[in-house]
Nanobody
Framework: QVQLVESGGGSVQAGGSLRLSCAAS??????????MAWFRQAPGKGREGVAS???????GYADSVKGRFTISKDNSKNTLVLQMNSLKPEDTAMYYC??????????????????????WGQGTQVTVSS
């Protein structure tokens, strides 16, 4: 059984940084080539894809975070990381780690519907104050 557990959320002032981690438990073979992504959901809004790390190693970012966020994957630790710099109040949201069911390539995996991601973590809250 696969479990995803996020950590690293918190409260920061605008311009600050946070580093989110997602630890995946289960078989290493599940994780090594699995497309992983970060989503977020702000109060009163729908869940949106933020960044993805594809099965072919490509990364992709939503325009709203491009140049500020960096997604990375450590297969030796089964960990997905989202480094968030230059945070803005509009980045305030619950952040979720997710794993895709199928193989995905390229830089747009985070744009796939959430139904393509059957594995989800419980979320970690990020609050950015102005």
């Amino acid at each position: 059984q696969v479990q995803l557990v996020e950590s690293g959320g918190g409260s920061v002032q605008a311009g600050g940084s946070l580093r989110l981690s997602c630890a995946a438990s289960g078989e290493a073979s599940f994780y090594s080539t699995r497309t992983m992504a970060w989503f977020r959901q702000a109060p009163g809004k729908g869940r949106e894809g933020v960044a993805s790390f594809a099965s072919d190693g490509n990364t992709g970012y939503a325009d709203s975070v491009k140049g500020r966020f960096t997604i990375s994957k450590d297969n030796s630790k089964n960990t997905l990381v989202l480094q968030m710099n230059s945070l803005k109040p509009e980045d305030t949201a619950m952040y979720y780690c997710a794993a895709m069911a199928d193989w995905c390539a390229g830089g747009a995996c985070y744009t796939f519907p959430q139904s393509f991601f059957p594995y989800w973590g419980q979320g970690t809250q990020v609050t950015v104050s102005s």
